[in-house]
T-cell receptor, first 114, second 114 residues
Framework: ETGVTQSPTHLIKTRGQQVTLRCSSQSGHNTVSWYQQALGQGPQFIFQYYREEENGRGNFPPRFSGLQFPNYSSELNVNALELDDSALYLC?????????????FGPGTRLTVL | KNQVEQSPQSLIILEGKNCTLQCNYTVSPFSNLRWYKQDTGRGPVSLTIMTFSENTKSNGRYTATLDADTKQSSLHITASQLSDSASYICVVSEIAGNTGKLIFGQGTTLQVKP
C-alpha cells in the first residue's frame, strides 16, 4: 500500500453530467498528479498540483479541472462528461514537484460514462 | 507518435522461466526512466528508477537496464512466479520546467502460467 487513497472506487455517470474525484496524498507529500488510463493503454498525464497551484498540464480540455487543498489532498472535476471519458483515473503523490521525485499511485477510480 | 514504445504488447510464459521486456523512447531530455508493475484495476507500483547516467538497477528478481545512447531500456524478470502476471509499464520522466511529467508506454501484459 502506498498510503495514497482515492474515492470513490467506482462511479457510473451519464453523458453531460459532472463528476468529482478525490485523492488523499501520502503523509508529507505536497504534490499530486492526475492521470487518465483508458482500457489497455498507459496512463496519460492530466495535470499536477504543487502547494495548491496547478504546476503543469497535459493535453486535456478545460472541462478537466482540479483543486488542491491546504492539507494537499486534491480533487479532479470533469464537466460535460463524454463517453470517451470512461477510464481509470489515477492520482499520484510525491514529496515535491520535479522529475526526480518518485510518484506513489493510488488504487484509482473507475469512471464509466453511459 | 508515442514517445515511449514497448514490446511485446503481451507475453505468456511458464512459471519459473525468465523473460525480457523492451522499451524504446524518444523523450529528450529526460530526468529518469522507471518501470512500474500494474495489477489489473490497480494503481502502478514502482519497480525501478534509473537516471540517465545509470546502466542497470535491480529489485529482487527484476533487473532493468538503460542505454541512453540508443534510448532503449529493458526489464528482465528472473524465475517468474504466478504473481508476476500483470502489466509492466515503462515510464520516462520528462524535464518540463518543475513538473516532472511522466510519459507512460502502453505497457506489456505478462501472463505467467503454471
Amino acid at each position: 500500500e502506498t498510503g495514497v487513497t482515492q474515492s470513490p472506487t467506482h462511479l457510473i455517470k451519464t453523458r453531460g453530467q459532472q463528476v468529482t474525484l478525490r485523492c488523499s496524498s501520502q503523509s508529507g507529500h505536497n504534490t499530486v498528479s492526475w492521470y487518465q488510463q483508458a482500457l489497455g493503454q498507459g496512463p496519460q498525464f492530466i495535470f499536477q498540483y504543487y502547494r495548491e497551484e496547478e504546476n503543469g498540464r497535459g493535453n486535456f480540455p478545460p472541462r478537466f479541472s482540479g483543486l488542491q487543498f491546504p492539507n494537499y489532498s486534491s480533487e479532479l472535476n470533469v464537466n460535460a462528461l463524454e463517453l470517451d471519458d470512461s477510464a481509470l483515473y489515477l492520482c499520484a503523490s510525491s514529496l515535491s514537484a520535479g522529475g526526480h521525485n518518485e510518484q506513489f499511485f493510488g488504487p484509482g477510480t473507475r469512471l464509466t460514462v453511459l | 507518435k508515442n514517445q515511449v514504445e514497448q514490446s511485446p504488447q503481451s507475453l505468456i510464459i511458464l512459471e519459473g522461466k525468465n523473460c525480457t521486456l523492451q522499451c524504446n523512447y524518444t523523450v529528450s531530455p529526460f530526468s529518469n526512466l522507471r518501470w512500474y508493475k500494474q495489477d489489473t484495476g490497480r494503481g502502478p507500483v514502482s519497480l525501478t528508477i534509473m537516471t540517465f547516467s545509470e546502466n542497470t538497477k535491480s529489485n529482487g528478481r527484476y533487473t532493468a537496464t538503460l542505454d541512453a545512447d540508443t534510448k532503449q531500456s529493458s526489464l528482465h524478470i528472473t524465475a517468474s512466479q504466478l504473481s508476476d502476471s500483470a502489466s509492466y509499464i515503462c515510464v520516462v520522466s520528462e524535464i518540463a520546467g518543475n513538473t516532472g511529467k511522466l510519459i507512460f508506454g502502453q505497457g506489456t501484459t505478462l501472463q505467467v502460467k503454471p
